[in-house]
């Protein structure tokens, strides 16, 4: 059964940092593009960004380009989320997904950005 | 950007009704689409992918259609279980973007 389990929502003050990891287990990590995804309380669904198997191709919403880092560690089966100079506009319930057409998701972290 | 709307934005419905919602592109994406459920307070599930292809395990009562710009998701006999929000999602192009969500609830 696939599972992946988020870890390292909080509170963060505007500006602030914070890293958010994905553990995934029940598929062969290595092989499936993985993405993040988030929704702002009461809203809809945002695409954040998504890395490739190898991690050779990061990609991202424009947003959050140059603020956030999306990385893996395939021995390891984890994918995380480096935010940096986080904005009240951030505040989101951050999804794992696995595959490019986000087909598992897992329960999701909170993040929220206020002072 | 490719944007993505959805119609309507909201329904009301009765168990056993027929349920179609429309999702468009502003640009053709071939058949890279899928849709989604999301009940209250939990994480989406993957309904359809390929904009037509059942995901394993969803109930045979959900079908999709469409391809280019225009595309349905058909609920064909509304069960309570399908009370939740529909998003669909392009990832043809990035940024991938997802429709802004229908909410379907009890009539």
Redesign the interface.
């Known amino acids: 059964e696939v599972q992946l389990v988020e870890s390292g929502g909080g509170l963060v003050q505007p500006g602030g940092s914070l890293r958010l990891s994905c553990a995934a287990s029940g598929f062969t990590f290595s092989n499936f593009w993985m993405?993040w995804?988030r929704q702002a309380p009461g809203k809809?669904?945002?695409?954040v960004a998504?890395i490739k198997q190898d991690g050779s191709e990061k990609?991202?919403?424009?947003s959050v380009k140059g603020r956030f880092t999306i990385s893996r560690d395939n021995a390891k089966n984890s994918l995380c989320l480096q935010m940096n100079s986080l904005r009240a506009e951030d505040t989101a319930v951050y999804?794992c997904a696995r595959g490019?057409?986000?087909?598992?998701?897992?329960?999701?972290t909170l993040v929220t950005v206020s002072s | 950007d490719i944007q993505m709307t959805q119609s309507p934005s909201s329904l009301s419905a009765s168990v056993g009704d027929r349920v179609t919602i429309t999702c468009r592109a502003s640009q053709g994406i071939r058949n890279d689409l899928g849709w989604y459920q999301q009940r209250p307070g939990k994480a989406p599930e993957r309904l359809i992918y390929a904009a037509s292809t059942l995901q394993s395990g969803v109930p045979s009562r959900f079908s999709g259609s469409g391809s280019g710009t225009e595309f349905t998701l058909t609920i064909s006999s509304l069960q309570p279980e399908d009370f939740a929000t529909y998003y669909c999602l392009q990832y043809n192009s990035y940024p991938r973007t997802f429709g802004p969500g229908t909410r379907v609830d009890i009539k």
Request: no cysteine.
């Open positions: 993405s995804v809809g669904l945002e695409w998504n990609n991202y919403v424009d999804y490019d057409g986000t087909a598992n998701w897992g329960q999701g």
